[in-house]
Structure formats: C-alpha cells, structure tokens
C-alpha cells in the first residue's frame, strides 16, 4: 500500500521476479508490469485492481507461501484499498525516499488502522537524487503517529546507493552498482564511516523493542546478549500485536530500492519474519444468521467449519466469473456446496485456482488461511460471507463509500444498447461502488462513481472490452433529494374502471426526514384494511417514486415512510394496484414536506508551502468552501476544509498551475448538504455545473 508512483508496482513485480514466479520481469513505464494486467493501468501507468498473486520464500530454510494483493494508489480507488485490506493478515507500506509520507498514504495507513492490519515499511527509490531516509523515517513518526522500528539503514545515497546495513545481525548488504534484477547481495563488514551510527541505532532498536515486549525486556535486564533469533522473534511478537490493538504498536522499517534492485531480498524475508502468519491472526467475529444475531467466532483452523469472505470478483475470458475469497477458517473443496449467508442462497464451487504471476494452479482443496479464485459460484458478490450450510454465519461485511459523480452514456444504435447492457452487469459485478439509474427525462443511463477517474475507467472499459459505441456526457455531481419537514397523514386513493375488472387501492401514509441516506418503511395497517401480501408492494411503491424525486429528478434520500392505513376492494385490488397508490401517495406528500436539493460535500486537505497558503485559502473560499483547520506538517501547511464537489472539477489543475505544482490535495466524501438557494436558482436557470 502506498501513494501513487510511491514504487508499490515496481516492488511488486521485483518480488515476483525473486521469488520465481515471474519469469520476464515487467517495467512500469514499459506497460508490463504483472500485476497491472488491465489495458487501462498499462496505459496509464497505475495499479487498479488489485491481482491476487501467491509465490514462495524460503527463510532460514523453510519455504513459506505469501499471498500479495497490489492495492491501487489513487484516492478514487480507496473502495479497492479497503477491500483488500479486510482480508490481508499484514500489509506493506512503501514509501518514496524522496517525498516522504504523501497524502495517500496517510490515508491508506489510517484504513489500514481502522482494519487493524500489521505492516513493515520500505523506503524506496534510495537511488533517487534528494533520497533522505531519516527524514522519511521521522515523516512516519510524526505524519502517521507510527513508532518507527529501524532494522536497516542506507549505505551511501543517491547514486552511491550501494545498500544496507542489517542492524539485527550487524552485517552490510551489498550490491554490484548496476545490479540485474534477482542479483543477490555481498555479505561485507560495516563500512567504517557507518560503524557508530549502526552501533547507537542497534542500542535503540534493542530498547524499543524492550520496550513494547516482556520476554524480550527480561532477556535485556537480565543483561545477556540477545541472539538474532531472539530480535526477530521479538520484533515479530511486537508487529503481530498491533493486529489485536489500536494502531502498530512497533513498525519495523526497511529501505533500498526496487528499481535498481537491491534491498529486495531483504524485504522479503522481513514479510516472513515480522508479518503474521493466518495461524497468528485472531479468531475472525461473524454473527449467526437465524434471526438471533449472535456474535460467533471461527478460529483460523482447518477443522473449524468452512466460512470464506469474497473480496473480488473477475470476469475473465475462457474462465468466466472467478470469486477470489479469502477462507478464514475450515476447508474449500472442488465441488462443495456452500452457502451465501448474505443472500441466503446455495452456490456450488466447481473449480479452485492459486493465482501466480503468470498462471493459474488447479487446487482441489483450499484451507483456513488460503486467498484463492473460485469458479462456478453464480450469485455472489464482493463482500459478502460464504460459509458451510451446516454452520451459517456473516462476517462484518465491508463498508462502500457513497458513490458523488455521475455521468450520463448514451448508446449509438440499439445494439449498442444492448451491449452497454451486458457490460454494466459484468462491471456491477466486479465493482460494487459504482451504481447504475435512468434518467427519467432522458432515458438516458447514468452511471455513478467515486471519481472523476473512477467513471472515466469504468466507461473506458465499456468501449473496449465489450465494444460499446456510445456518446458520453461530461461527469457531473450526483445530487440527491430530502425532506426537510414532516407530513403527518396524506391519502391516496387509485380507482380505475375501463370494461370489466377494475382497479382499486387506497393507502394513507406519513412522512418524516431521517438523519443520512437511511430509508425507512413502517406498517401500522390493523385490521385487514390492506390485506398482509399488498403491504411490500405499497413499500416498493415508495421507493420507486423516491428513485425519480420530486424536485429536479435526483434520488430523494433520508425518510421514512408510515403506511397509517387504507382500504381494498375484494375484487379489484392487487399488488399493482397498491404499487401504484404508494408511488402517487408519496410523491404528492413529499412535495408537501419542503423538499430540498443535496449535493455531496467533500472533506479536503490541501499540503502547501506556507507562501501559497494565502492564495489556497482564498481559492477555497471563492469554491464556497469552509476552511476548518490550518496545522503544520513537517513544514508545510495542510489546509483543512469542506467543499461542494460541484465546485472541485477541475481543481488538481488549478491548484498546479497556482503553487508552482508544489502543492498537492486529497479529498474523500463527507456528508451531502443542502444547496444554497442561490445556486438552487441557477440550476434551476439551466445552468449546468462541471
Ligand atoms: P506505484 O504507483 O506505487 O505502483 O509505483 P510504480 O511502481 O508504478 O513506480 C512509479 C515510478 O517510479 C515508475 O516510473 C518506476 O519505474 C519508478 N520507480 C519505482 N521504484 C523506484 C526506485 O527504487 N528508484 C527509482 N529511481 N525509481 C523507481
């Protein structure tokens, strides 16, 4: 996990090379790299989806197997991020040696705190001019609140960046100054310039670590000199910790650089000394599903019942849909049926594979700890809990950010339509954070997203992988409806009469506002008045008008809906009957509960020097933005404030153009606001944002 460009791809692609399991090593800017197998990535030179890929490394003679998900950089992709991070056991955060911690990957080590997942950084890029590893390492202190654990240190910098120095076991790593990629290392004496600073850097690394572990503190006061067995052990307790704990307790750190490799190997034996094994990782919580909601635990062991989590789903040619899961505990054969506990449906599992590299591996068992691609299972989707049908649970599903930016694609011709069809449930499938509607006015499909990025690659894929030919509108925010008071009783009542059976419903319904994107439906019907099997269609009724809105078309959100009471004709009533009623009803009282436009506010963080601090803030302003904070990082100033993203298109380049590209900005969604009247009149004057 990393910043965009920070080296997440090209450590990656060195680390499948060492390990064997790619045999062409991939550049990035040559479009080759493994793991970025969509033809959007290699274009643009950006990490996606997140491949799951197992190889082996074999430290101090015992041969382990790693799983490693490349997680994508880019703010717009955060979905993928969190998805991966649920069912990784430890992560690596590499950073770049020059910039330090940028802000992405200060939002992904927070994500990363919120999952509890144990990582070891990697300084890399060592070999770039301005490389300075110590103030990276005083970057994680402080921007990340982390407790850095120094096991290596650079030996020369930039283009003398030769290698390192391994605290742990007193020895300097070095590589030939244009080493091919797999070279492996000298084992050489400390370079004499290095040798007081490797001394006093191992007394604090060997406190530290005294610190954060008992045994290892026991060791220390009883005054006997740890072996190296005993520092990698300890170092391992400490990093495993900060999986059951607050935050990373101890994180060690490493350094070098992939690109030129060298400080791979090590690397890679610190992923097997320091990060946990499955066996390591806590029993995962999950709740029974027959209504009783208990919390039940299922340890990481092949004798407890199978439960699985499905973190991605791929559609790929010859192979059709693979379910890639991340199994927590018992076993997953070929052939097995199992149950999706979210949906309550059956699924058949009639292929395993082990993903590698370059190829796939037909396994015909899968067990506790195991993260393998599935094929034969039909319904599910990403996030959701496969489990033995003997033994039912859900996992704590994942959370999906509310998708902000939407834009409007219209077919060529109507096989086209048809197309854009088919490639909108294949995407849905794979991607569950962007949604699909209609537009009423246009019949127009509109497709929604996290991003600008986000929606220029789902409609990019459209066009190549399934040959869409479409017209696309330019993105723009995806505003919702609310109601801001409440209507305490509305009736409506659908009569139609044409020959001979008519139609007949009466619903009596109240509306109040709720707080967020809730949606409510209550049934207060005694009596009979509306018979029990007409009830859900009144429901569907509701939330059918609530897709078209009442005042511009946009969803309306935040309500619940009372259904007080009615009336129904023996005869003429039916569900479609009542359908209809509950869709009149609501729009006619909704339109009585001062209906208001929402549009998404972004929270944003501007990183600026101090002399453009003045002119960001002003151009916030004029954004209609709150600035909420101004603190100091690291000697730059990070501005803080709340912006409607109807006025964000476009600010990457603005913000460029005005600081010299010296400032840089994240921005996630925050809440959905209220439009001021002001520009609700300009909307309403056809003036279109973005
Ligand atoms: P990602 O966005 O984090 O996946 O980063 P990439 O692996 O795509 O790397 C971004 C750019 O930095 C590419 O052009 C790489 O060739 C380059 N790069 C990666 N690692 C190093 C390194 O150790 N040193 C130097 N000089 N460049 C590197």
Redesign the pocket.
């Known amino acids: 996990m990393?910043?965009?460009?920070?080296?997440?791809?090209?450590?990656?692609?060195r680390i499948l090379f060492y390990t064997g399991a790619s045999y062409k090593i991939g550049?990035?800017?040559d479009g080759n790299?493994t793991t970025d197998w969509m033809i959007q990535e290699r274009e643009r030179?950006?990490?996606i989806t997140s491949a799951a890929i197992t190889c082996r490394w074999a430290v101090d003679g015992v041969d382990h197997g790693v799983t490693i998900i490349?997680t994508p950089?880019h703010v717009d992709f955060t979905v993928e991020v969190e998805r991966c991070l649920r069912v990784l056991d430890g992560a690596v955060a590499?950073f770049d040696a020059v910039a330090g911690v940028e802000p992405q990957s200060e939002t992904v080590w927070r994500q990363a705190d919120r999952y509890r997942v144990p990582r070891i950084c990697f300084v890399?890029?060592?070999?770039?001019a301005g490389a300075d590893f110590f103030r990276c390492v005083e970057m994680i202190r402080t921007r990340l609140g982390a407790t850095p654990l120094v096991v290596q240190i650079p030996i020369g910098a930039e283009a003398e960046f030769a290698g390192v120095v391994d605290l742990i076991g007193m020895r300097a790593l070095v590589w030939s100054a244009d080493a091919k990629p797999g070279e492996a290392y000298d084992i050489v004496a400390i370079p004499e310039p290095l040798r007081d600073t490797a001394t006093r850097l191992r007394a604090t690394l060997i406190e530290t670590v005294a610190e954060h572990d008992d045994a290892f503190l026991e060791t220390y006061l009883a005054g006997e000199h740890p072996s190296e067995a005993d520092l990698h052990a300890a170092i391992r307790r400490v990093t495993v910790a900060s999986g059951t704990g607050d935050g990373p307790t101890l994180t060690p750190v490493l350094c070098?650089?992939?690109?030129?490799n060298k400080g791979v190997q090590p690397l890679l034996d610190a992923i097997v000394r320091y990060l946990p094994s499955p066996v390591d990782i806590d029993a995962v919580e999950g709740r029974t599903v027959d209504g009783t909601n208990v919390p039940t635990l299922r340890g990481p062991s092949d004798d407890e019942p199978f439960s699985a989590l499905a973190f991605k789903i791929a559609v790929q040619e010859h192979l059709g849909k693979l379910t890639f899961v991340r199994v927590y505990s018992g076993r997953l054969s070929a052939g097995d049926q199992i149950r999706n506990t979210v949906q309550d449906r059956r699924e058949r599992v009639t292929r395993i594979y082990r993903m590698h590299a370059d190829k796939r591996e037909e396994v015909a068992m899968a067990v506790a700890g195991d993260i393998v691609a599935v094929q034969g299972l039909r319904h599910t989707v990403t996030g959701e809990t496969l489990c033995d049908p003997a033994h039912p649970l859900v996992l704590a599903a994942m959370e999906f950010p509310t998708p902000v930016i939407e834009v409007a694609i219209e077919p060529v011709t109507k096989a086209d339509q048809d197309k854009l069809a088919t490639a909108i449930g294949r995407l849905a499938v794979e991607d569950p954070s962007f949604h699909v509607a209609t537009d009423r006015e246009t019949g127009q499909t509109v497709i929604s997203g996290m991003g600008e990025l986000h929606l220029e690659v789902l409609v990019d894929r459209m066009r190549r992988e399934f040959g869409v030919a479409a017209s696309v509108g330019r993105p723009r925010v995806a505003y919702r409806e609310t109601l801001r008071t409440p209507v305490a009783r509305h009736d409506h009542t659908y009569r139609k009469q044409n020959g001979g059976k008519g139609q007949y419903a009466k619903v009596q319904i109240a509306l109040e506002p709720l707080e967020g994107e809730h949606y409510e439906f209550v049934n207060k019907v005694t009596g009979g008045r509306i018979p029990r099997e007409f009830i859900p269609a009144v429901d569907e009724g509701c939330q059918s008008a609530m897709d078209q809105g009442v005042l511009f078309g946009h969803p309306l959100t935040g309500v619940r809906v009372t259904l007080l009471d009615g009336d129904h004709h023996e005869v003429d009533s039916s569900e479609t009957a009542f359908a209809i009623a509950g869709a009149a009803a609501f729009r006619e009282a909704a339109r009585l509960a001062s209906p208001a436009l929402l549009e998404p506010v972004m929270a944003v963080e501007v990183t600026t020097p101090e002399e453009h601090m003045g002119d960001v803030i002003g151009d916030l302003n004029s954004r209609r933005g709150q600035v909420r904070a101004v603190t100091d990082r690291s000697g730059a100033k990070v501005v803080s404030a709340r912006v409607p993203l109807a006025e964000m298109f476009g600010y990457v380049g603005d913000l460029r153009s005005r600081t010299s590209g010296r400032a840089s900005f994240v921005m996630r969604f925050d809440a959905y606001a209220p439009v001021p009247r002001n520009i609700v009149d300009r909307l309403l004057g056809g003036v279109t944002t973005g």
């Open positions: 990393a910043h965009i460009d920070a080296g997440k791809t090209t450590t990656t692609e550049e990035v800017h790299a030179g950006i990490t490349d950089g590499v890399n890029k060592l070999d770039r070098g650089t992939a690109f030129k």
